[in-house]
């Protein structure tokens, strides 16, 4: 072999070691300056001043893409196949109080209704409405028949099959069908008897005849459904607890 030919030879296969150790485009050759990192679904590469730097997704939450995610291109790791084989998360957890990393959705540690969110540690209690449980799997409040280990609703303890107030509603209560509460409504120009527990013709001692406008909006169920998990639940119908704001990043 030529002394030519070796060199093209080494050529070849140094920029060969070369395309094999930079498995990560350039994100200054790209254009939204940010890619992520090839191993770790956890951290991503950015142009800053024309190098690449590597960087960590706050911790809990994985690469999602520029603009995209929660915070700053992160997202939670549940959320999309992020972490796919075979990247890894390779940040361990920082824990807190209630939250197992700084960001993310946890369970209650005493309750089957409430869960946590946690943004940089700090949590936030939140509550499922509805007869909604919080499903751990799906980091949201779902049907309690879906929700492992918490499937009968504790509004429902006292006859699962009966109908229970609903606060101070005139027109709306819970139907418990086998330990499963329901949002339920009476018929139109009905009431909720708090004592015979069934809708009846009005007044009753707490209730007058409705009047026949419209209720507004936010009296409308729309808790029939499991909440998406990007709202937070609207403050709850139970009266014994209160849930407080999510603080807004
Ligand atoms: C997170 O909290 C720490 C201290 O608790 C603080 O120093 C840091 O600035 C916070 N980060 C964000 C993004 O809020």
Not at 40 to 54: F, L, P, R, T, V
Not at 66 to 76: A, F, I, S
Not at 85 to 98: A, L, S
Not at 204 to 210: K, L, M, S
Request: hydrophobic share 25%; proline share 10%; aromatic share 10%.
């Amino acid at each position: 072999m030529s002394g030519r030919r070796w060199t093209s030879l080494i050529v070849l296969l140094t920029s060969m070691a070369l395309t094999y150790c930079a498995q990560v485009e350039d994100p200054c050759k790209t254009k939204s300056r940010v890619v992520a990192d090839d191993k770790y679904c956890d951290k991503y590469w950015e142009c800053d001043n024309g190098q690449s730097i590597q960087y960590d997704c706050p911790n809990g939450l994985v690469f999602a893409g520029k603009h995209r995610g929660v915070t700053e291109g992160c997202d939670y790791p549940w959320r999309s196949n992020y972490c796919e084989y075979p990247k890894v998360q390779i940040n361990p957890p920082i824990g807190t109080e209630h939250c197992d990393w700084l960001y993310g959705i946890f369970g209650h540690e005493t309750s089957c209704t409430r869960y946590w969110t946690c943004w940089n540690g700090t949590a936030t209690e939140q509550l499922c409405i509805g007869g909604l449980l919080y499903n751990e799997n799906a980091h949201s409040c779902d049907w309690p028949e879906n929700v492992d280990g918490c499937q009968k609703h504790p509004l429902c303890n006292e006859d699962p099959n009966g109908n229970v107030p609903l606060g101070k509603s005139c027109n709306r209560y819970w139907q418990c069908q086998g330990g499963y509460p329901r949002l339920q409504r009476c018929p139109a120009m009905l009431v909720f008897d708090r004592r015979s527990l069934r809708c009846v013709v009005p007044p009753t001692e707490d209730c007058d005849v409705p009047t026949t406008t419209a209720p507004p909006p936010e009296e409308e169920p729309q808790d029939q459904r499991p909440i998406p998990q990007s709202k937070r639940p609207v403050p709850n119908e139970y009266q014994d607890v209160q849930s407080r704001p999510r603080p807004r990043n």
